[in-house]
Structure formats: C-alpha cells, structure tokens
C-alpha cells in the first residue's frame, strides 16, 4: 500500500511538473489542467484517507500544489485599476483577442465553443453571475477547453450604485466564479461599458483591469444587424493588439454564431492569431496609459443615455 501510495505521489509529481513546463513554454498561465487536475486530487483524497501520517501530510501538500494551478487569471501590475481598450503590441505579429460577454447562455455559449475548438483558437469570455448561476456546467466547458473568463456584474445594470452596492455586484460574481470553476480572475468588463455609474471604479480600487474593447461587432443591437455586416464591422476596423466585442449570451445570439466563422477565417486571412485577453496584455510592449476610473460623484447621468445594451 505505502509503496503503491509513493508512486502515485510520483506520477502525480510529474503530472504536475509538465503541467508547470508546459504553462511556461506556452506563455499560457493559468489554463488548461481543469479535468485532469479533478481526478488526481480525488484519487489523492481517497487514498490519502488510509496512508499513515508521514504520507498524508505529502498528500495534503501535494493537493496543494495541484490546486495552486487552477486558472488564475491575474492583471499583470502595469494594468492593474486601468482602463483598457487594447493593447500595444509589436504590430509584425498581429495577434488580437475575442471577447463573449453575457453568458453562460444555454446553446449560444456551447455553439460559440465548438467553432473555437473547431478552429483550435482560445478567447475570453466575460460572464454574468446571475447567468453563472443558472448555466454553472456551461462555465465549466469554458475554462476546461482553456479560454480566459472575467467579470461581467452580478445583475447588467446601468443605473449608479453605491460603493456598497457595486461591491456586490462584482465580489458576489467574483465568489461564483470560483466556487464554480475554480477559476480566479482580475479582468471585469462594465455592462454597457459604463465607467462611471460606481462598478468600474470599485474595479479599479480592487486592482481589477477594467476591460474595454477597440473593436465593437455591434451584435449588442440584436438579430436586427446581418450577419455580413457584423463580419464587415470586425474585419474593417482590427488591428493589432486589438479587443473584439461579441456576445455569446443575455439573449438570441444566433447571427453572432452565424458570424463567428466569417469572422475568424477573415482575421486569418489579414495574419491574424488569436489570444485571450490576459495573453494579449503580456504581449505589450509599452507601458499602457494611465486613464483612471472617475469616481461615482463627478459623473453627469448623460452617459447612461448614449450607451448601447452590452
Ligand atoms: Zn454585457
């Protein structure tokens, strides 16, 4: 038993030390592992219940070492409280970030998911909690195939909250988030990209990046748009280091599904490769902007009135 026992602690210690290699050499911290991770901590759960002392305790730690490799999805310091809409990156290797928000939604999340893989592509998704909460298996699928996922609010609103209140909104979802997926994320998207209603500012205070995005397919205005022209909007405004807004919940998405492959195969042909969000800001090459958070107070209401439902 003892010896069975330190072999598997073997093999999960290579398990663990290619996991830790294979992060590094892809630039790609705090993905994949999910699935194979879940199995091997109960296999040590299970085994580690009968092992004398001495063994469980290598046990425990090494628990502890698997479970410090869920995703983490941190800001790197530079971005840390700061609005950003994209990133400065060397312009030679064009690479740019899609991004989904409004989910986990029934059957659009998992459509958007299967043209990736089909594509062999990761994004970010930016969720809602309230979403999270009824479809927490769609959430799973998301970060098991290995995309990026952030902080959409609890609730979408636009209306202004008290600090109280926005931390509501963001540390209930935040909580969720990991309670669900494991996954720990600094990255929030405002709805609405509304910066100055108290959400992103509490954001800010909280070292969040606040995410905005350089390139709108404007598919937030519904089915309304054609497919073609949220392709056209995409493809005639990317750039490199860009951010792409697309949505993949919070109501009908089919034409963005629809889009999605005419979106992907003509980024391919303008040279484009695809990273998540977290990825493209480690490319950055300069230093970002400084472009802090107004606070809540110094706000005029007119904001609310302009911004499209994202
Ligand atoms: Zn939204």
């Excluded at 869920?70 to 409280?81: D, S, T, Y």
């Excluded at 062999?120 to 909690?129: C, P, R, V, W």
Aim: charged share 20%; hydrophobic share 40%.
């Amino acid at each position: 038993m003892r010896i069975a026992f330190i072999a598997l602690i073997a093999m999960c210690a290579i398990l663990v030390s290619n996991i830790i290699t294979s992060e590094i050499s892809h630039a790609n911290r705090g993905m994949v592992v999910s699935a194979t991770v879940t199995h091997k901590e109960n296999a040590v759960n299970s085994d580690g219940l009968t092992a004398e002392a001495g063994i469980e305790e290598q046990g425990e730690a090494l628990k502890l070492a698997i479970a410090q490799l869920k995703p983490k999805f941190e800001v790197p310091e530079a971005f840390q409280g700061k609005v950003i809409r994209e990133a400065k990156t060397n312009t030679e290797d064009k690479f740019i970030a899609l991004t989904f928000d409004d989910g986990p939604w029934p059957r659009t999340t998992s459509k958007v998911l299967e043209i990736l893989k089909e594509n062999d592509m990761k994004a970010t998704f930016f969720l809602i909690g309230k979403h999270l909460k009824d479809n927490p298996e769609i959430a799973r699928e998301i970060v098991a195939d290995g995309h990026a996922i952030g902080n959409h609010t609890w609730s979408h609103q636009y209306h202004k909250f008290s600090p109280a209140e926005a931390a509501k909104e963001i540390d209930d979802t935040e909580a969720l988030i990991y309670e669900t997926t494991g996954v720990k994320t600094s990255y929030f998207r405002p709805p609405g990209g509304m910066l100055k209603n108290g959400l992103a500012a509490y954001a800010e205070q909280n070292s969040y990046a606040v995410m905005m995005w350089s390139v709108d397919s404007a598919d937030s205005r519904g089915n309304g748009v054609p497919v073609a022209t949220l392709a056209k909007n995409v493809l005639e405004n990317a750039r490199p280091g860009g951010v792409v807004l697309l949505h993949d919940g919070g109501g009908d998405r089919s034409t963005t599904v629809q889009a999605l492959p005419q979106i992907i195969e003509g980024l391919r042909q303008q040279g484009y490769k695809f990273v998540t969000v977290p990825q493209l800001l480690g490319m950055q090459t300069e230093a970002p902007p400084s472009q802090p958070v107004m606070p809540p107070e110094e706000h005029a209401d007119k904001d609310t009135q302009t911004l499209p439902s994202q």
